[in-house]
């Protein structure tokens, strides 16, 4: 579930094994595009990171050493 508003947004899940953690927590940087911090549920690690919205698609990555080494994702609506 993504909730927020006023250029802010969290995340957290609904259901699964990690039901009710959240994830994700961002802000607005541009049109469209979010930076914060993404926690991997399994490990409670967390990353910066960034998010961006095209129609009904978020697209998160999450970086470790700088920008090195990253993950993304992506979420679309249902």
Not at 31 to 53: F, Q
Not at 66 to 71: K, N, P, T, V
């Amino acid at each position: 579930a993504i909730a927020g508003g006023g250029g802010a947004f969290s995340i957290t899940l609904k259901s699964g094994k990690f039901s009710g953690k959240r994830i994700g927590s961002f802000k607005v940087s541009g049109a469209n595009k979010y930076t914060g911090t993404i926690t991997d549920p399994e490990t409670d690690k967390t990353y910066s990171g960034k998010a961006s919205v095209s129609g009904a698609s978020l697209k998160m990555s999450g970086c470790v050493l700088g920008g090195l080494i990253c993950r993304s994702q992506t979420w679309h609506k249902l």
